[in-house]
């Protein structure tokens, strides 16, 4: 070993040795947090943040925006533009309507919904703008003949590329935003609004486009190009775009209803909804091709029916929700957290509505006619003041007793969210499809639903007498089936440990009789 060596082990301070005696001495001698000269490297934690992500995503979508913008604008002018832009947002408010109409029994968050708008007409449109033109260029070099390469461009790149960016957006919900992603109907909604975003950007572009063409030929009105373009994408097809991507929600909705077990199904069933998502819109495309009447026979005998069947098969899983509530919450009516009624009124959107409203009503007028609200104006010289203040007392009655019912119909919406939420975990629970934490969600539900049930529960069971859902032997209460005998254990409602339902066919936990309507105090029913 050389002298240099031996000088630098020399040179090296000696590691304290861990001793049990001197620990306590070795850690009285560590500074205070403020006097720390060393901090923990925060790794990977700016990622982690809810807050950062979703900003993170908005600004690349905010971004592509902007390039679509600058494209868009780019090919058809500003003037262009505009008009392009004002036509195509007309069909996007009915379709937005439409599939939000759809989507009543469990709304999906708006979040997700704009996310998916957002996409289709930045992310998604982007893509097939870049992706599309690359490819059409492409084959036009490679076969020198740009009108086969325009033609194989539209019918068999751009409804491969177009059909995939859109199916991302139902991707990245479906696998990021599960608890929403709750069946058929929420992979229709959510395809549905990633193509109407889709769709809005594809017909600016389109729009500005005709435009352009009538101010170089000189036409104007309804014999203008702009006007025959308005007419075929914005009134004959405005739900083109939609029924392709609806496809692909579909698989996603089936696959969301399978069981954990089936991998291949969850993963089959959306290849397969993709794929006739591209199939049909390359026939759609291609229909031009097929003679001068192509697109007419295409549009009447394919599109039309098969637009029929997916509303049909939508509206059908609409109603197959609501009929999940009428099967699965009589089973929590049985142990006591709902009465009879409610599954009932709960399973009729009409019956729901009628019971807002009737929360509304009936605590605005029940705030405004209580004592204390009234004024009697004094006589004498004073009576013009008065009479001033009583205005005033009264329009304070007014807005305080209209704070009321909207506060009563809000709770009245919650219990109905919480309860839907509820009948579906519950099915999920059914089907093999459960979540790990399957108890403390439904524990979660129960706990909600608890907290409101003294405002919902009357409009409810008044909403299924006046919808005429109650019949009279629906009155007395469900008996509890053998298999769902409570476990003796007192229910403490508010603190201690609360009680649960666990999983279908295993004995659950029941409140006792004395409370098993409306907690500690009889049922009122003002109505």
């Known amino acids: 070993m050389s002298d240099g060596s031996v000088q630098q082990q020399q040179s090296q301070p000696a590691v304290p040795l861990l001793e049990e005696q001197r620990v306590g001495e070795i850690l009285a001698a560590v500074p205070e947090r403020g006097q720390w000269r060393y901090r923990p490297r925060r790794v990977g934690m700016v990622w982690r943040s809810k807050t950062f992500r979703i900003a993170a995503v908005f600004t690349v979508l905010a971004l592509c925006g902007l390039v679509i913008l600058a494209l868009v604008r780019a090919q058809t002018g500003t003037e262009g533009f505009l008009v392009g832009l004002g036509l195509a947002v007309l069909p996007v408010p009915v379709l937005m309507t439409a599939f939000r109409w759809l989507d009543r029994v ?174 049909m819109h390359a026939l759609w495309n291609g229909s031009g091709t097929f003679g001068p009447y192509g697109f007419y026979v295409v549009y009447g005998v394919f599109m039309v029916p098969v637009f029929g069947l997916v509303t049909w098969l939508a509206i059908w899983s609409r109603q197959r929700e609501l009929r999940t509530l009428a099967t699965e919450l009589p089973a929590y009516a049985a142990a006591g957290w709902l009465t009879p009624a409610e599954p009932l009124a709960l ?127 629906s009155m007395a209460p469900a008996p509890v089936p053998q298999q769902y005998q409570p476990v003796p254990q007192q229910y403490q409602p508010y603190g201690g440990h609360n009680p649960y339902l666990s999983l279908p066919g295993q004995p659950y936990h029941q409140p006792p009789h004395g409370q098993q309507s409306y907690g500690n105090r009889p049922p009122q029913h003002p109505w």
């Open 106 to 279: 469990e709304p999906e968050p708006w979040r997700n919904l704009l996310f998916a708008f957002a996409w289709g007409a930045c992310a998604a449109a982007l893509v097939a703008i870049i992706a599309n033109s690359f490819a059409t260029r492409w084959i036009a070099t490679a076969t020198a003949d740009p009108a086969s390469a325009d033609t194989l461009g539209a019918t068999v790149i751009a409804p491969v590329v177009e059909e995939s960016a859109k199916a991302a957006a139902v991707l990245l919900i479906f696998l990021f935003r599960r608890r929403d992603f709750g069946g058929v109907v929420a992979g229709v909604v959510v395809a549905g609004f990633t193509a109407t975003g889709f769709a809005f950007t594809e017909n600016i572009l389109y729009l500005g486009n005709a435009f352009g063409e009538d101010q170089q030929i000189g036409s104007s009105g309804l014999a203008s190009v702009t006007a025959a373009t308005f007419f075929v994408r914005g009134v004959m097809t405005p739900f083109a775009h939609p029924l392709f991507t609806v496809l692909t929600g579909l698989g996603f909705g089936f696959a969301a209803l399978s069981a954990r077990r089936h991998r291949i199904r969850r993963i089959a069933l959306p290849l397969l909804g993709l794929i006739l998502a591209m199939g």
């Open 347 to 473: 399973s009729s959107m009409r019956a729901r509505g009628l019971a807002r409203d009737l929360a509304r009503q009936r605590h605005a007028q029940a705030g405004y006619g209580a004592p204390g609200y009234g004024y009697a104006p004094a006589h004498g010289p004073a009576h013009g003041t008065h009479s001033r203040i009583a205005a005033q007392v009264r329009s304070h009655a007014k807005a305080q007793a209209k704070a009321r019912g909207k506060a009563a119909a809000r709770a009245v919406a919650e219990y109905e969210s919480f309860a839907t939420s509820l009948a579906f975990l519950r099915r999920r629970a059914g089907r093999g499809a459960a979540e790990p934490d399957f108890t403390a969600r439904e524990l979660e539900l129960l706990h909600h639903l608890w907290q409101r049930r003294d405002v919902a529960a009357p409009a409810l069971a008044y909403a299924a007498q006046a919808t005429g859902r109650l019949r009279p032997h």
